[in-house]
């Protein structure tokens, strides 16, 4: 075959646009060949497959026809039409098992991925393996609908029998990575059901051994960012919101020691304070001798958004509401701010 590519790449009628050699990595199934896309005296573009009559034996039995049934089935779960999926299902017959249970980018793991319960609940029916790892990542199914957060999809394999305290390739758990997950999207219920959901069902050690580990993956994942700071200060929501899911850390900070916290609280954008509250910004943070509350405090009488943003999202704050003074506080700063 590689003499016959030669012959092909020596032919000045002839210019190779794209090669594949599938020798070395085979296709599902088994079939291998060199795949080529030619251009034919400058005109004309065709595809040209070199193989040997074994290969040749074997597309015509059984790989190809493999590899047939996963590029549909692949299409269908894209498309998140479980009806597809059956459909391909029955035109597979048999050989349906054996495709649902390749460890390279397993159909199982890509509709958990997508969220799909009612096609990860068909791929289990047509028995694939619930605790397939995948070839590269050994990350399983559960790994994936925890990683995006999909509770549906998570059940329905938990309810199959899904290992939960499998690790992969990286070392880590169904349950940590909906704890990244949650973490990027504190706001989504959905997320925080799936990690409620699995850590329900683990021990008391698991559940320790993955805060610990969530801890380290934070710690190491945040990165300070003077972006952030400068959003906040501009009052852009979608722009904060955007560096907080990049891991930008809420407690970001400027070359001259300006926090994006107490920029938005000084400023009064209660929308950017809430979204760095919510990604467990230090509210006892000091900048220049000042924490958060000593802000909001500074410029609660033209600013009471302020203040009131800070009692609604931390509970040491709610605690103080209930002190005289601080009662009149609020309810003085609101007044001045309707005059």
């Keep these: 075959m590689y003499e016959g590519l030669k012959l092909i790449d020596e032919d000045k009628n002839v210019e190779i646009v794209e090669f594949n050699d599938r020798c070395q990595t085979a296709l599902d199934g088994g079939f291998r060949d060199l795949q080529l896309t030619l251009r034919v005296q400058g005109k004309l573009v065709c595809e040209l497959q070199l193989t040997t009559k074994y290969m040749l034996f074997i597309k015509e039995s059984i790989g190809h026809t493999v590899f047939d049934i996963k590029r549909q089935l692949m299409a269908d779960v894209a498309a998140n039409s479980e009806l597809e999926c059956r459909k391909t299902l029955l035109w597979a017959g048999k050989d349906a098992e054996a495709v649902l249970r390749e460890n390279k980018k397993p159909l199982l793991h890509q509709a958990a991925s997508q969220g799909n319960s009612s096609i990860v609940q068909l791929f289990l029916e047509h028995r694939a393996d619930v605790n397939l790892e995948e070839k590269t990542t050994e990350c399983t199914a559960l790994h994936e609908a925890m990683g995006k957060g999909h509770a549906c999809a998570a059940w329905a394999l938990i309810s199959a029998g899904a290992k939960q305290d499998v690790k992969d390739a990286d ?169």
Aim: net charge positive; charged share 25%.
């Design 171 to 339: 070392g880590q758990t169904p349950l940590l990575l909906g704890l990244l997950h949650q973490r990027v999207h504190p706001e989504s219920e959905a997320v925080a059901r799936c990690v409620s959901m699995l850590a329900q069902r683990l021990g008391v050690e698991e559940l320790r051994d993955a805060k610990k580990q969530f801890s380290r993956e934070v710690e190491q994942r945040l990165k300070n960012s003077s972006e952030l700071v400068s959003a906040a200060y501009d009052d852009n929501v979608q722009q904060v919101v955007e560096h907080l899911r990049m891991w930008a850390n809420p407690n970001s900070a400027t070359n001259d020691g300006k926090h994006a916290l107490h920029r938005a609280l000084a400023q009064g954008h209660t929308a950017v304070a809430r979204q760095l509250l919510t990604y467990k910004a230090d509210i006892w943070l000091k900048e220049n001798g000042k924490s958060a509350l000593d802000v909001a405090l500074e410029v609660a009488a033209e600013k009471p958004g302020s203040l009131e943003v800070l009692v609604d999202f931390h509970e040491r704050y709610k605690a103080w509401a209930q002190l005289p003074v601080f009662g009149k506080l609020v309810s003085c700063s609101r007044l001045y701010s309707q005059r």
